[in-house]
């Protein structure tokens, strides 16, 4: 089992920056397709980036693609998510995830570990 520690959120205003970390437990991080997923008030929890075991394989899905930048450093055991451009819409509790799927995939479903959320919250 890994367990997953989320840090970096806060308050930025509309049109800056945060970088997320998400640091993993174990060593074998390099054997987990990792995400990360958000969830604002009485939405459902949504995809946001994934990146496979490699690194080679990344999604998004078109509401983030061109600002965020996932990536992840197994050395470190350790993967982030680079947030530009921000807008109001991406106020949320921001969530790091592990998969044992293959590729970098996009449903809540094929993750097995989360961590416990850092907010965003994006001001005008």
């Known amino acids: 089992q890994v367990q997953l520690l989320e840090s970096g959120g806060g308050l930025v205003q509309a049109g800056g920056s945060l970088r997320l970390s998400c640091a993993a437990s174990k060593q074998t991080f390099s054997r987990y397709a990792m995400g990360w997923f958000r969830q604002a008030p009485g939405k459902e929890r949504e995809f946001v980036a994934a990146i496979s075991r490699s690194g080679t394989t990344i999604n998004y899905p078109d509401s983030v693609k061109g600002r965020f930048t996932i990536s992840r450093d197994s050395a470190k055991t350790t993967m982030y998510l680079q947030m530009n451009s921000l807008e109001l819409e991406d106020t949320a509790a921001y969530y790091c995830?592990?998969?044992?799927?293959?590729?970098?995939?996009?449903?809540?479903?094929?993750?097995?570990?989360w961590g416990q959320g850092t907010q965003v919250t994006v001001s005008s």
């Open positions: 995830a592990a998969s044992t799927g293959i590729g970098a995939p996009r449903t809540r479903s094929a993750y097995a570990y």
